[in-house]
């Protein structure tokens, strides 16, 4: 539970509990309640999702009903085959990736997935891809070039994983590779940042020819308990981070460092995510159209071109 949503969790709570009652009395006309009650809580959401702080977003990015790469795939991609390994050293389910068919035109799709229960999140490693996840995501890559594949990405994750192991194989470098891949790609590239957008781990499969970013995800270069152990030796400064690092979608979109923003429904990507995924699956159709449109050499030179101007104009 979000702590700023407990009044609308409340009113959720009491419509859940008259309806059981109702349930139960054939005789109870409730519906007159019911709708007051849920037109305060639209009034609730607006007042709430109109107004929040960088911290709160940071808290709507992670939260765990948020839809998932596996919900966009399911929702958006017909006969996803999902593809394993690096070839190198093995699978990291981390980050996930595979072909499938988007509107009907094959793609190669990726991404961080979080997962759910525990044991999901611990076989996931909670988004957080080693060296053998971005190697993978690099191959995928080259297939999709080499088959003339657009790509999608969808990226969560707070970032990529700082173990020993992950470290000792080459982290840095398979970062940097997968990065430098995703520049030199010769076909459309779309990333949507769907929830965290974290450091390195994000930005090598997000350096894309055009990056989105639902409207409550965050895009940093560090967690924001990450920051505030830097800077104030505490992680307790946590929400003076939020707001020193311009992480919300409208900060990224302002610093030219996105493309747009796509709109969630009132109350966050959670409560409707069937909704949120239609509306990315929109935005990445009309996109890919107009990729799609342009020669290969000119689709280059415009992803390098948008990369290099960043922060010469601030």
């Given at each position: 539970?979000?702590?700023?949503?407990?009044?609308?969790?409340?009113?959720?709570?009491?419509?859940?509990?008259?309806?059981?009652?109702?349930?139960?009395?054939?005789?109870?006309?409730?519906?007159?309640?019911?709708?007051?009650?849920?037109?305060?809580?639209q009034r609730l959401l607006v007042s709430t999702y109109s107004k929040l702080t960088p911290a709160q977003r940071v808290k709507v990015a992670r939260h765990p009903q948020r839809p998932h790469f596996k919900d966009y795939v399911e929702q958006m991609i017909e006969d996803f085959t999902p593809l394993a390994g690096d070839r190198q050293f093995g699978e990291d389910e981390a980050l996930i990736g595979g072909i499938g068919r988007f509107e009907g035109q094959s793609v190669v799709i990726m991404g961080h997935e979080k997962g759910r229960e525990t044991n999901e999140r611990i076989r996931h490693n909670f988004g957080m891809a080693r060296p053998e996840g971005y190697r993978k995501a690099q191959r995928l890559m080259r297939?999709?070039?080499?088959?003339?594949?657009?790509?999608?990405?969808?990226?969560?994750?707070?970032?990529?994983?700082?173990?020993?192991?992950?470290?000792?194989?080459?982290?840095?470098?398979?970062?940097?590779?997968?990065?430098?891949?995703?520049?030199?790609?010769?076909?459309?590239?779309?990333?949507?940042?769907?929830?965290?957008?974290?450091?390195?781990?994000?930005i090598a499969i997000a350096a894309a020819d055009k990056v989105f970013m639902l409207e409550h995800s965050v895009y940093s270069v560090i967690s924001p308990e990450g920051c505030a152990s830097i800077l104030w030796r505490s992680a307790d400064y946590?929400?003076?981070?939020?707001?020193?690092?311009?992480?919300?979608?409208?900060?990224?979109?302002?610093?030219?460092?996105?493309?747009?923003?796509?709109?969630?429904?009132?109350?966050?990507?959670?409560?409707?995510?069937?909704?949120?995924?239609?509306?990315?699956?929109?935005?990445?159709?009309?996109?890919?159209?107009?990729?799609?449109?342009?020669?290969?050499?000119?689709?280059?030179?415009?992803?390098?071109?948008?990369?290099?101007?960043?922060?010469?104009?601030?």
């Open positions: 539970m979000l702590d700023f949503e407990k009044p609308v969790l409340e009113l959720e709570n009491k419509i859940v509990e008259l309806r059981k009652v109702s349930s139960n009395d054939s005789g109870m006309n409730i519906s007159e309640e019911i709708d007051r009650m849920q037109n305060k809580i297939m999709a070039e080499q088959f003339d594949l657009p790509i999608i990405s969808l990226v969560d994750t707070a970032g990529a994983y700082p173990g020993l192991g992950a470290e000792e194989r080459g982290q840095s470098e398979a970062i940097a590779r997968s990065i430098e891949t995703c520049l030199s790609v010769e076909t459309p590239f779309i990333s949507v940042i769907i929830g965290e957008g974290g450091s390195g781990g994000a946590a929400q003076d981070a939020s707001s020193a690092l311009k992480l919300t979608s409208e900060d990224m979109l302002k610093l030219g460092l996105i493309d747009d923003i796509i709109k969630e429904p009132m109350g966050g990507a959670h409560r409707q995510a069937e909704k949120t995924i239609k509306r990315t699956q929109t935005k990445i159709l009309e996109s890919l159209r107009e990729l799609k449109a342009l020669p290969r050499d000119k689709l280059l030179e415009q992803r390098e071109q948008k990369f290099l101007d960043m922060g010469r104009n601030l």
